[in-house]
């Protein structure tokens, strides 16, 4: 399956089959989260968050590919990604777009 974040897809016709999308709301284990609170306090990057977020990216992408499959499409266009806080140590993510199919 084609995604891109472009509303076309240079060189085809494409018919539009509707919004599709995926979440996911990831976290760390506690006793890492304290530890990035440290990690705060000296800078640098925090890698267990940065693994939870492209794994949480991962997830959602994964998702809202299902559910393009799911109404035939062949490509997703207008790929996006959001996240937001849902609580101290845990992100949603989620990953939206338009199903198209492609001739």
Not at 58 to 81: C, H, K, N, P, W
């Amino acid at each position: 399956m084609l995604l891109t974040t472009t509303e076309t897809i240079p060189g085809k016709d494409i018919e539009l089959l509707g919004l599709v999308k995926g979440s996911t709301i990831q976290t760390v284990n506690a006793f890492r989260d304290i530890g990035a609170g440290f990690k705060t306090l000296v800078g640098g990057e925090l890698k267990k968050y940065t693994e939870m977020m492209e794994s949480a990216r991962q997830i959602a992408s994964e998702r809202m590919t299902a559910e393009a499959q799911a109404l035939g499409a062949d490509a997703i266009v207008g790929v996006r990604f959001t996240t937001s806080s849902v609580m101290q140590g845990a992100a949603e993510v989620m990953a939206y777009g338009t199903a198209v199919r492609c001739s």
